[in-house]
């Protein structure tokens, strides 16, 4: 079993901060990797951010030198700094991991970016 709880959402206005923890716990040996998804209102929830278990990013197009992924293997935790934020990065943002076939979640953090 694997647990996955987000957190450090929260309201901001444009051009500022935020940074997303993910504290993962569980059964969490030969994890093959982490990501961040997110999903606004009426649209798909889409990649964001993910990192492998060697350490390789990967960003969509839309968040490059915006935000970075990192992670703390001795907390078990995978962080989203997310810099110069946009309206449109309004979402609710979920934790992934996967480990073979199996896809673990979080409950997901609301950010909204709004003046």
């Known amino acids: 079993q694997v647990q996955l709880v987000e957190s450090g959402g929260g309201l901001v206005q444009p051009g500022g901060s935020l940074r997303l923890s993910c504290v993962v716990s569980?059964?969490?040996?030969?994890?093959?990797?982490m990501g961040w998804y997110r999903q606004a209102p009426g649209q798909q929830r889409e990649l964001v951010a993910a990192?492998?278990?060697?350490?390789?990013?990967n960003y969509a197009d839309s968040v490059k030198g915006r935000f970075t992924i990192s992670r703390d293997n001795a907390k078990n935790t995978v962080f989203l700094q997310m810099n110069s934020l946009k309206p449109e990065d309004t979402a609710v943002y979920y934790c992934?991991?996967?480990?073979?076939?199996?896809?673990?979640w979080g409950r997901g953090t609301q950010v909204t970016v709004s003046s």
């Open positions: 992934n991991a996967f480990r073979g076939r199996e896809n673990y």
């Open positions: 990192i492998t278990s060697g350490g390789n990013t």
């Open positions: 569980g059964i969490i040996f030969r994890l093959g990797g």
